[in-house]
Every structure is written in C-alpha cells, then in structure tokens.
C-alpha cells in the first residue's frame, strides 16, 4: 500500500472514531454520579445491579437511541445489562455495531452473540459490564420459528446470560428444556450465582415459565414491560439458577422514568432489574 493511502485510511478512521469519544465524553458528562442523577433507583451498597433490555435495535422509535440507552443505563447505575435486539452491521442501522457502539459510549465491557445473519450483517442479543470480561460464549438454542441464542459472560463473582425465546411457545418450551439442562450441566456445582436475564416472550402463567422454573428462580418483579407506551405484558425477566449459591434480592423494579432520556422513546419495552447481595457459602 503507497504511503498516501495509509494516510488517507488512518485519517479516515480517526474521522469516525473522533465523534464516538466526544459522545462518550458527553453521555459521561450528563451522568456525574450526583445524588439528583441516582435519587430515581437508588442502590443499597455491596449489592450487584442486572438490568434485562430489549433496545428494539435502538431505533424504534428514533434513528438512533444509542446516547440516550447509555445516558439512562448509567444513570440507573447498572452493573450488567442484558441487550437484546441488536444488529451488527446490517444494512438496516446504517452498518454500525450496535453493541460496540454502546459499550463505546459507556465505557464498558461486552460480549455478543449473533442469532441469524441479517441484512448483511447479523442479528442477535448481548451483554454490557462495568467490569472486566474473563470468559463469554454463544449457546446455539434448538430451531424455531427464528434463529435464537444464549450471550454467556463468566466475571469474577457471577456468571450473567442474556436470551431472547422465540415467539412460539411450543419452540419457547423446547428452548427453555434445553437451558435447563445446558446451565445445570455446566453450572450445577458452580460456587458462583448464575442468572438469567431477558425478553422470554412469555407471561408468567405461561409453560416456558413453568418450565424454566423447575431449575431457576425469577428474581425480577412482575410487572408489564411491554411496550415502553402502553405496557400491557410482563415478558421480560431475571432468574438465578438453583445451584445452591445464596443471593439476597435488595430491590426489583421496572425502570418507567429517567433524568437523562425519555424511556418511551428509547424503545418499545421497559428495561426491568433486580439489586442482588452476593451472601457468603456456608
């Protein structure tokens, strides 16, 4: 490559990543930590915050509510937050990684596992974290109606995984066997809290609720979710699987106002989390 197309490349990465550092530097700046920016949900100490999101790949409502999804999640002090609906690099949401574009903005830490392939790009669900990553994967869920998968992060004190089931139930049930079985495999005899969080597409009288609860217990209040405008469904969940790890829930609420964006704009659902205390084994 001559040296004058090197140039042209490095100037034309920095155009781009030039204004994502001075949006970060401005979603950061309108979330100082102050008392008036927490007094919404405040967070009792020594707790974990797991925040479950459907952002509806951040444009259901806008073009665009990246800035707006970050202001309010640091706002809300979250931990970890459990994305799903998310394009990376499709056609539809001008090329853009979205789950990248978001920890960009945050400062965060994320994993992503795509679903399907989509307009050029792909389509799937992730998680966010305030802290370091050790280990994350893609669960592959039995087919359906549409391609769906599992995001699996391991951090130090938990391991956090972000799902969105399929809008069968039938499919919903065989997919909800199927992560029974995946994570009490893998983390029957873990000395670490699993949780599960995400858009079940299911209501809690439902059989994929009964189902997943012959091995988790829903941690998250019951409420309705969805839509973000008139929520009349409670679809969106966390769950800790029973492994015999102990956690204390300190508080459940969904998130229907903010000082830093306008949540009926943001997406089409609610963002629901639960406050857990991570208690000592015996």
């Known amino acids: 490559m001559k040296t004058t197309d090197i140039r042209m490349a490095f100037l034309l990465a920095l155009l781009l990543v030039l204004p994502l550092q001075g949006q970060a530097q401005e979603v950061h700046k309108a979330n100082p930590g102050s008392p008036q920016a927490t007094a919404l949900y405040p967070k009792a100490p020594n707790t974990i915050r797991l925040v479950s ?10 073009s665009g509510s990246y800035a707006s999804i970050a202001r309010m999640m640091l ?24 789950i990248d574009r978001l920890a960009r903005l945050m400062k965060w830490h994320y994993a992503y596992a795509p679903a ?47 799902t969105h089931l399929d809008l069968q139930a039938e499919t919903q049930v065989r997919e909800a066997e199927y992560i029974n079985r995946i994570f009490s495999e893998r983390y029957g005899e873990s000395d670490k809290p699993v949780f599960l969080l995400g858009d079940l597409n299911a209501q809690p009288d439902s059989q994929t609720l009964q189902t997943l609860k012959q091995h988790w217990t829903v941690l998250s209040v019951e409420g ?6 008139e929520p009349k469904m409670c679809i969106d969940y966390v769950l800790q699987l029973n492994n015999g790890v102990p956690c204390r829930v300190t508080d459940s609420q969904i998130a229907t106002r903010f000082h830093s964006g306008d949540v009926t704009q943001a997406s089409d659902h609610l963002p629901i989390y639960v406050d857990v205390e991570l208690l000592p084994t015996e």
């Open 116 to 162: 399907m392939p989509y307009r050029g790009g792909s389509y799937g669900i992730g998680v966010v974290c305030r802290n370091r990553i050790g280990h994350h994967y893609t669960i592959a869920l039995p087919p359906g109606g549409e391609p769906r998968t599992v995001a699996v992060v391991e951090l130090d004190d938990c391991i956090v995984a972000s």
């Open 75 to 98: 706002e809300l002090d979250a931990d970890a937050v459990a994305l799903q609906e998310l394009d990376s690099c499709t056609t539809r949401t001008g090329g853009i990684f979205q």
């Open 53 to 62: 999101y459907n952002v509806g790949a951040f444009t259901k409502y806008t």
């Open 224 to 229: 309705n979710t969805y839509s973000s405008r």
